[in-house]
């Protein structure tokens, strides 16, 4: 396996413009949440893991962390059925949360997860996404802090994987799926 990765298109969002993003969202929530004492950031891992640790580099305020194990099926299509592998630890009662993940797809992740959250009572939950792909939206989703929209492209890197490949890439690529059907053919023989 050669470094990076053969499948990999063409970078999208560069290192640099991630970067200058990422800081500019951590100004903003250190911004916006000046007067919370109880600021906790909730990731959900795996995809959203590169994102949250930059990000609360930004954010200038004392604040929490804390993660949520969650995958939507199945296979390319999202079928709307979100799982809850491992639940957060940090009772949010009474806590200003922000939900954080690096992508917005169809959306039935983080509509999923805010319903359960909410039911929580938190003092406030916002939901914060690197990226939208915004044509492939099935649920009404509102993100308010939002990194980049982007076309409706196969991407890796910065935490987005295939088939958990490409996660560790600094930068967000597109994914040439001609070269990744020729370097993995799909196992015929499976299922
Ligand atoms: C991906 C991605 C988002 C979600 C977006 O996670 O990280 O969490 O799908 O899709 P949606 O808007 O259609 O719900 P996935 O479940 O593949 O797991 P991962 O984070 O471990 O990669
Ligand atoms: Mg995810």
Redesign the pocket.
Known sequence: LKFPYEFIGEILITQEQIQQRVADLGEQITQDYQHSDKLLLLG?????VMFMTDLMRHIRRPMTMDFM?????AGTE?S?F?RIDADHKTNIYGWDVILI????????????VRKLLLERQPRSLKICALLD?KA???VD?HIDYLGFEIPDYFVVGY???ID?KG?NLPYIASVDLEKYKKLYPPDEGKK
Do not use: M
Request: aromatic share 8%; net charge neutral.
């Open positions: 959900l891992l795996r995809g959203s194990l969650v995958s939507s099926y999202s709307g979100v993940d690096d992508i917005v797809d169809t959306g039935y992740t983080l509509y999923t792909k492939r939206h099935k989703i935490g987005l994987d958990e996660r």
